[in-house]
């Protein structure tokens, strides 16, 4: 038994020692002050795997490969909701690359990010990006029963040709479930804006449900003076033009980015694209 006791406290002592010696730590560092960004790719192009960006360098570091490319009209991260990446506030570099063996350099621009979550849009291989604040902290909702709203955020990226941004401002609408009518979504926008979030009112069917439904969008064109020029004229893959009307599910409480671009008189015709948010 005084050999088991003392081969116990041999063992104490050693694991105190070990302990003293070798603190446990964590191989993670805070996020901190530092800039939190998504990367979106919005460049008017044929949706085509030939035009997706195989690889992606931010500083010289490597953010998306072959493995897992920036596809047209998407966003990295991606894969789930409410990822970022991190980077210290200040100028970055972006370079993306194209082609099987990521060798093609289709993109090397300079921009500022700042303190906070932001989304950078790349929309023309030759120009800087636009960075757009994302809008956090989000408001939050507290209700009883069902909430009855999701959130969206518009953007304008429409290019009227190749090379040639719309100098239109664009008023996104919704139609209401309940009157039919149309209803403002923010204020206009001009190209490289966004609105706010706003809150999109949705009626649901079925009240035990998951809660979504068909939500029916419109543009219109907005003047200088703020008065509603008309609805906003598209080309469609025929080559004949249309006012603008497309529609998406609504998730109650979500929030989703809506990024309107491609071409508006051109192919690739436009067309809004989804990110979610949350």
């Given amino acids: 038994m005084k050999i088991i006791k003392y081969l116990s406290l041999i063992l104490a002592v050693t694991l105190m020692a070990s302990c003293e010696k070798e603190p446990i730590e964590y191989d993670a560092n805070p996020i901190g002050e530092k800039a939190e960004f998504q990367l979106h790719y919005v460049v008017p ?43 210290n506030p200040g100028t970055i570099n972006i370079k993306m690359y194209q082609g099987t063996n990521m060798d093609q350099l289709v993109y090397d621009q300079n921009t500022t990010l700042t ?36 959130w969206v955020k518009f953007y304008n990226f429409l290019y ?17 479930h309940r009157t039919g009518e149309l209803v403002n979504i923010g204020d206009p926008v001009a190209f490289g804006e966004s609105t706010g979030w706003e ?10 449900s998951s809660g979504s439904r068909r939500i029916d969008y419109r543009i219109k064109v907005i003047d200088d003076n703020g008065a509603v020029v008309g609805d906003l004229q598209v ?9 603008y009307s497309d529609y998406w599910t ?21 067309a809004v694209r989804l990110f979610y948010a949350l």
């Fill in 199 to 208: 809150q999109v009112l949705l009626l649901k069917t079925d009240l035990v």
């Fill in 115 to 150: 303190l906070g979550k932001q989304n950078v849009f790349v929309h023309d291989f030759n120009q800087p990006p636009v960075v757009i604040d994302n809008g956090y902290p989000y408001i939050r909702r507290e209700v009883v029963e069902t909430d009855s709203t999701t």
């Fill in 45 to 87: 192009v044929t949706t085509a795997s030939a035009n997706n960006i195989t690889k992606v360098e931010i500083n010289n570091q490597l953010y998306s490969n072959i493995k897992a490319p920036l596809n047209t009209y998407n966003a990295i991260p991606n894969g789930a909701a409410g990822r970022f990446f991190i980077a």
């Fill in 235 to 243: 080309m469609k893959s025929n080559g004949s033009y249309a006012s």
């Fill in 160 to 176: 009227e040709t190749a090379g040639v941004p719309t100098t239109l401002r664009l008023q996104y609408q919704y139609i209401s």
């Fill in 250 to 270: 609504g998730y109650l409480g979500r929030r989703v980015h809506h990024i309107f671009c491609g071409y508006r008189a051109a192919s690739p015709t436009s």
